[in-house]
């Protein structure tokens, strides 16, 4: 008897469906970057979660709360056994608001119903292999809906991530408003505490 669950990709059909839409009429999160880069980058990067190589759009990945955008970045070396961060990557991350007025057309992945109609379940957005997520982010990003944005649940807190779209109208509508150096909140400082994390 097999003990493997079946992979769900999005069917060939995918672009002829419904996918379900919700119009907010406005809409902010945070992000953590380097100092030097600009808070509102859009890219296209192999490694991560969504960005799928044939993307015809770039990607920015925010969340709600710090403690979400600090897993999200420093998980991984969170998980490992000896439970270390760069202390150079650390020093040189800074928080910001990204904010808009501009209503938002998204597609909320967070949401039971939404992933049921998708005939989408948890485990391949959270899958290590990247190529199913975004196999998923693709075929919402190609939708002929053309959504500016979707939300996700972090894999590591388990509350709300999003992901902003290049879409040309939202883009332009994008403000920021720097928080602060991660070092200098007392957020972050807990955060190491907490989680007994070394700076090395």
Same mark, same amino acid.
């Given at each position: 008897m097999s003990t493997s669950r079946p992979i769900r990709l999005p069917a060939e059909d995918f672009h002829k469906k419904?996918?379900?839409i919700k119009v907010v009429s406005s809409f902010k999160a945070l992000r953590l970057h380097g100092t030097t880069r600009p808070a509102i980058e859009?890219?296209?990067v192999p490694s991560h979660r969504f960005s799928h190589p044939d993307s015809p759009i770039? =990607?920015?990945y925010l969340a709600d709360d710090?403690?979400?955008?600090l897993w999200e970045t420093f998980g991984d070396a969170i998980l490992n056994p000896n439970s270390v961060i760069s202390r150079s990557i650390w020093m040189s991350r800074q928080v910001s608001e990204i904010h808009t007025k501009a209503k938002l057309r998204l597609c909320d992945l967070t949401d039971l119903k939404t992933r049921t109609s998708l005939k =989408?379940?948890?485990s391949a957005l959270k899958h290590t292999d990247l190529t199913i997520p975004q196999a998923w982010g693709l075929a919402i990003?190609?939708?002929p809906e053309?959504?500016?944005a979707f939300h996700f649940t972090s894999r590591f807190t388990g509350k709300r991530c999003t992901v902003l779209l290049d879409r040309k109208r939202i883009a332009s509508a994008l403000k920021t408003k720097?928080?602060?150096p991660l070092t200098d909140l007392k957020e972050s400082g807990n955060f190491l505490e907490a989680n007994e994390i070394a700076l090395v």
């Open positions: 419904p996918l379900p859009f890219r296209r770039s =990607l920015i710090l403690e979400t955008c =989408l379940d948890l990003v190609n939708h053309k959504v500016d720097p928080i602060a």
